[in-house]
């Protein structure tokens, strides 16, 4: 999904406009009627029908998958998912048109059992390496595809393992083509009997600090349900994942900001030149999923 782009070229109109979270009046009518549709909860999330718990602190609010979708599609003009996210995250305050906006996605992917015995022998400086030569040898093809070059410029933060809770967690710096302001991608994963739970919050490289400070309790707020956890995988009926820790940090190089998408530089070129007020938001929502539609699919595939 191509989230990213969409969702930096928003906030960009926004923050040019001077739309804050609380300045709702100043969003076109369409646009408002669909936030205010938006139902945000607290407390505690049921996910998947029993897989996990969510439980949703006072200074964060939680999106189901129907309004997930709705933001990430008709907010952010993605094209609709086979499967749709368990739901989003956002801080108490905001909406998905705050310009200050940043949300946690919320994903399941089903591979396995993963094996963590290799988490405490990983050299993620040698791992770091082989992943940036992977991205700088890929980007031929991007740009023959017509998208930005990527550079994984280094750790925001390096992986941490947790072997007693069976959680992950790392972030990534990412520089998109000639954009002046790099992008940061937080990744959470939280492994679980059959399968990992996915948790990714992209946002400008300087949020760093705010999202580092928010982790531990995201860390904290979700879990799988009993039957579900990692302690009662069953070799003799459990499938086991065909990668490791080390495979589940470089398998997608660039994670969930690869399906934030491109062109983050008209955001920038917004923000520093502020020239842009939103005239018609579907207009420009319409403009961009015709361009989608020339330039095909930019899903992310292990490896990429």
């Known amino acids: ?40 909860q607290q407390g505690q999330i049921d996910l998947r029908n029993g897989l996990a718990t969510l439980n949703v602190p006072k200074d964060f609010n939680f ?67 082989q992943m940036q030569q992977r991205v700088a040898d890929e980007n031929k093809a991007r740009q023959n595809q017509g998208y930005q070059t990527v550079t994984l410029v280094g750790w925001a933060e390096p992986p941490h393992y947790d072997a007693a809770t069976h959680k992950l967690y790392w ?22 009997r059959r399968g990992v739970l996915e948790l990714d919050a992209v946002s400008a490289l300087g949020q760093l600090d705010e999202i580092h400070q928010q982790a531990p309790d995201i860390l904290g707020m979700v879990d799988f349900k009993e039957g579900n956890r990692y302690a009662d995988f069953d070799p003799k009926v459990d499938k086991v994942a065909k990668y490791g820790i080390a495979a589940l940090v470089a398998g997608g190089v660039l994670g969930a900001a690869a399906k934030f998408g491109l062109l983050k530089v008209i955001w920038v070129a917004i923000l520093a030149a502020k020239k842009f007020v939103i005239i ?18 930019n899903q992310v595939t292990p490896g990429s």
Request: net charge neutral; with cysteine.
């Open 1 to 40: 999904m191509k989230i990213r782009f969409v969702i930096l070229l928003l906030t960009g109109l926004l923050a040019a406009a001077g739309v804050h979270a609380q300045d709702t009046n100043a969003l076109p009518p369409e646009l408002l009627k669909t936030l205010n549709s938006l139902k945000y």
């Open 63 to 129: 999106l189901g998958p129907d309004d997930a979708e709705i933001v990430l599609v008709k907010l952010w003009g993605n094209p609709p998912s086979k499967d749709k996210p368990l739901g989003l995250l956002i801080p108490a305050g905001m909406t998905p048109a705050s310009s200050n906006a940043w949300v946690v996605t919320i994903e399941y992917t089903e591979d396995g059992y993963v094996k963590d015995n290799d988490a405490s022998k990983i050299d993620y400086d040698k791992l770091l390496k």
């Open 171 to 192: 972030a990534k710096d990412l520089k998109f083509g000639d954009d002046q302001v790099d992008t940061l991608n937080y990744c959470i994963r939280i492994l679980g």
């Open 280 to 297: 018609g938001f579907v207009a420009v929502v319409a403009f961009f999923k015709k361009l989608f539609n020339r330039k095909g699919s």
